[in-house]
């Protein structure tokens, strides 16, 4: 079965200061991947995803970037973080046998 | 595109009660996927129930069912005999597979079990 880990679980950041957040995945290949930010209180929103190595999606303009240098990692970060990007980060896979997604623990930015 | 709504932000039920949240959708695609997950204040978020719209069976998975109409484009979720550990933001989300299987989430329904 296939196992997220994201790193770290929680993070406090200056504004201006560089972000970046890794997750991995174990137990498959060739995942399709996803970030999404949820912030306090409300859903989900889907920033980026990917379908193979090197190969990113954005899915709404901001601060941020995603990278994916191996099959099963994949990256997001920023040179200069905003207020606006606290939030809770989450990862996502697909279990492409059953078309759904399960999630990483998250970390939790919170840019002061 | 593809919406989801979650008209209910929050409800509260009793334990040993049963509720039923709601979400409905707009799509124009005919095969897709439909989901509730759940969110506990971990914020780990944890998948309760799929639905695979070509399928008329509703999903069940011990105390949580469905009732999906396709034609409504409705998909609500009952939490039958509910436990003080069903507290949680739950989420409705919609997945089509030729949009490289992206989630589209709803706003959430905050559930609150009492004694």
């Known amino acids: 079965s296939q196992t997220i880990h994201q790193w770290p679980a929680t993070l406090v950041q200056p504004v201006g200061s560089p972000l970046s957040l890794e997750c991995t995945v174990e137990g498959t290949s060739n995942p399709n991947l996803y970030w999404y930010r949820q912030a306090a209180g409300r859903g989900l929103q889907l920033l980026f995803y990917?379908?193979?190595?090197?190969?990113i999606s954005s899915e709404v303009p901001q601060n941020l970037s995603a990278s994916r240098p191996q099959d099963r990692q994949f990256i997001l970060s920023s040179k200069k973080l905003l207020l606006s990007d606290s939030g809770f980060y989450l990862c996502a896979s697909l279990r492409r046998e059953r078309n759904e997604q399960f999630f990483g623990p998250g970390t939790r930015l919170t840019v002061l | 595109a593809q919406t989801v709504t979650q008209s209910q932000p929050e409800m509260s039920v009793q334990e040993a009660e049963t509720v039923t949240l709601s979400c409905t959708y707009d799509t124009s695609e005919n095969n897709y996927y439909l989901f509730w997950y759940k969110q506990p204040p971990s914020r780990q978020m944890i998948l309760v129930i799929r639905q695979e719209a070509y399928k008329q069976q509703n999903a069940t998975e011990n105390r949580f069912s469905v009732n999906f109409q396709k034609a409504a484009k409705s998909f609500s979720l009952k939490i039958s005999d509910s436990q003080l550990g069903d507290t949680a933001m739950y989420f409705c989300a919609f997945l089509f597979t030729g949009t490289a299987s992206k989630l589209t989430f709803g706003t959430g329904t905050r559930l609150q079990v009492t004694l």
């Open positions: 990917s379908v193979g190595i090197g190969q």
